[in-house]
C-alpha cells in the first residue's frame, strides 16, 4: 500500500512496479490508497488504473476535513501492514507522525533515511 503524496511514495511504487517486472509479479500488488476522492484520479482514472494493481479510496478519511485526511489514511495503512518502510529525516511532520504511530502499535518498521 502506497500513497502518492510525495517524492518517496513515487519512488516506492517505480521500484515496486520494477521488482515486479524483473523478478516475479504472482506473489504482490501494488495498491494506491487515497484519502479522498481527488480530482487528479477523477481525471486520469485510465492512467491510474494502467499503473496501480489497485486503487482504494480510505473510507476511515474520505468524509474527514482534507487536512486531517492523509494522516488518517496513513494510519489505516499503518494498521492493516505487517511492516511498514519509511523515509523519515525530520522529527515533525506527517510522516514522523506515522513512523511514531507504527512504534507505538508495535509494527516492524524500516526507516531508510
Not at 511514495?9 to 524483473?22: A, N, Q, Y
Not at 492523509?70 to 523515509?87: A, G, K, T
Request: contains cysteine; glycine residues 4%; hydrophobic residues 35%.
Amino acid at each position: 500500500m502506497v500513497g502518492r503524496n510525495g517524492e518517496f511514495d513515487l519512488l516506492v511504487s517505480s521500484t515496486i512496479r520494477k521488482c515486479k517486472r524483473i523478478v516475479r509479479d504472482d506473489n504482490s500488488s501494488l495498491v494506491l490508497v487515497l484519502p479522498y476522492m481527488t480530482a487528479e484520479y477523477r481525471n486520469n482514472r485510465n492512467s491510474f488504473n494502467e499503473y496501480y494493481d489497485e486503487i482504494e479510496v480510505c473510507s476511515e478519511s474520505a468524509d474527514k476535513y482534507f487536512k486531517s485526511a492523509h494522516q488518517i489514511r496513513n494510519r489505516c495503512m499503518v494498521d492493516r501492514s505487517d511492516m511498514v518502510i519509511f523515509c523519515v529525516e525530520h522529527n515533525f511532520g506527517g510522516a514522523f507522525n506515522t513512523m511514531k504511530y507504527a512504534i507505538n502499535k508495535d509494527k516492524n518498521y524500516v526507516n531508510l533515511y
